[in-house]
C-alpha cells in the first residue's frame, strides 16, 4: 500500500477510535444537540448586616419561545403572582452574611413575525388594554412633545407596520449613552441618546400616543459570563399576539434564541429593604450533554468555560478543516471552478455572521460594481495598482451605503460582527477584478457565480449547530478530516461536471 495511503488511515482510523474510547469512558451517547439555545442561570444575592430584610425578584416563565425549569429550591421564601408576572420574595434575619441562590435552567428559540403591510392602523378600542395605551410617570404618551413627533413619524401612513417601522427607526437610531441609569420616554427624546430602558420607554411612549397597545419588557441577555446588567425591550400587540422590538439591538420583530425574558411591564427586576448592604450576580452557563470532559487530550469546552478563548473565534477555527473538505470535494470531484480554494469557505463563514440574504445582497453587489467599474478605469489606462485602489475606495463607499440600507430594512441586525465579512468583501472584490483583466467579464461573473454556489452549500453544512458543537467536543475529528483530505489529493477521476462534456466520448 502507498505510504501516502498508510498515514491517511491512520490519520482516520486512531482519531476515530480515540473518540469511540472517550464515549465509553465517560458513558455517554455521542450527542450532537446544539447547545446553543440552553443555559443555566444562577441569581446569587448578598445580605451583610444584622437586621431583618426582604429581597423580592421576578421569576421567568415559559412561554412560545422559552422553557424554564426551576433547579432549586430555597427556604425563607414565597413565590406568587403578580399582574401575569411571577415573582419570588425571601424574607429573614441576617446576622452576618447571608447568601441566596436560585438557579434555573432556560431553553430557547429565535422568533422572528412575518407582519402584512394588509395590517391597517386602528386606535385600541378595547378596555382590556387600556392600561398599554396610557400614559405613566416614565412614558409620557400625553405629552404635547412625543404627540408632535409621532404623528411627523407616521405622516399619512395607514399600513400598522409601516408606522411601527417609522417609530421604531427614529429610536434605534438615536445614540446609546452605554449607561443602565433610568430614563424616561421624554428624556430619551429631548436629550436624543438614550440607554435600552430609555429607547424602550421612547418607543412604548411613540406607540401610545397612537392608541397602539406596547408595553416594557425586561430580561437578561444570556452569554457565558457573570453580570450584574439586566436588559429591557419592548412588546406591541399586533392582531392580539404581543410581538418584540429591541430598538438598542436592531431586533425588528423578532428575538434571537438567548433573550431570556422575566417579567412584563416597566419594573425594576430586584427589589428590596433598605438598611442592608446588599450584591448581587447573575452566573450565566451554557448547558450541554457532550462535554466529555474524561480521556480528552484538549478539552476545548472547559477553555470557553474558563474564558480562556472566544466560543465565536473557536467555532469558525474547527470548521475551516471541514470546509477546505468541502471544497476539495466540490472543485476535485463535481468540477466546481471557484475564485481561489479557501475563499468560498471564507464566505460561507461570513455568511454565519452576515446572515444569507444580507450577505448575499453585499457580496453581490460588490461584484457588480467592480465589473461596471472595471470597463472605465481599463478604458482610461489606469495602472493595476492605482485601480485596484479606486476599486477599494468604491468598494468602501458602497458597503457604507449597502450597510446603512440593510439596517433601515431591518436584514441586517446591529449586533452583527462584521469585521470579518468586511474584510472577505475586500479580498472577493480584488479577485474578481483580476479575472477581469485577466480574462474577462464572462469569466469573472461565471467563476464568481460557482463560488457563491459552493460557498452556499458550505453555509449550509457549517451552520449546523450539532456538526459545530460535535467538532469543539471532538477536535481529533479535525485529524479524520486531513486523512480524507490526503486520500482525496490523489484523486484522478473524472470530475462529475465534465460528464455532459464528455458524454459523446464515453458512450461511443
Known sequence: MPSHKI?????????????IVRVVENKGEISVSSSENEYLINYSYTIRGDADYWVKTYLPQTNNRQEITLLSDVANRAIRDEESNETITWQHNVDGIDKLDLTIQYK???IEYQVSNAILYRPNIDSKYDKYVGETTLIQSESEELIDLSNELRGDQRSLIEILSSFYNYTYQLPSNGTNELTDALSAYEEQEASC??????????CRTHKIPARMVGGIILQQ???KTSHAWVEVLINDTW???DPLNGHFASLPANYLKIYTGDHFLITRSTGINFDYEYQIREKRDNTYDQMAIIDLWQMVDAGLVNKRMLTILVLLPLGALLIGILKSVVGFKTIGVFLPVLISISLTQTGVASGLVL?????????LMSYPLSYWGVQHTAKLTVLMTIVVLVVLILMYWLAQSHMLEASAPLFFPLIMLTIVAEKVARI????????ALDVYAQTLLAALIIFLVLSSQAIQSFLITFPESILVIAGVNL???????????????FYKVLTV
Open 108 to 110: 430557547g428559540r429565535p
Open 225 to 227: 459570563s457573570e453580570k
Open 436 to 443: 477581469i483583466e485577466e480574462d474577462s467579464m464572462k469569466q
Open 243 to 245: 410581538v418584540p422590538f
Open 7 to 19: 498515514i491517511s488511515m491512520l490519520l482516520i482510523l486512531i482519531p476515530l477510535g480515540w473518540i
Open 487 to 501: 486520500l482525496l489529493g490523489k484523486w484522478i477521476g473524472m470530475r462529475l461536471l465534465e460528464f455532459k462534456r
Open 197 to 206: 430602558n430609555g429607547k424602550s420607554r421612547l418607543l412604548v411612549a411613540l
Open 363 to 371: 457580496f453581490t453587489s460588490i461584484v457588480f460594481v467592480v465589473a
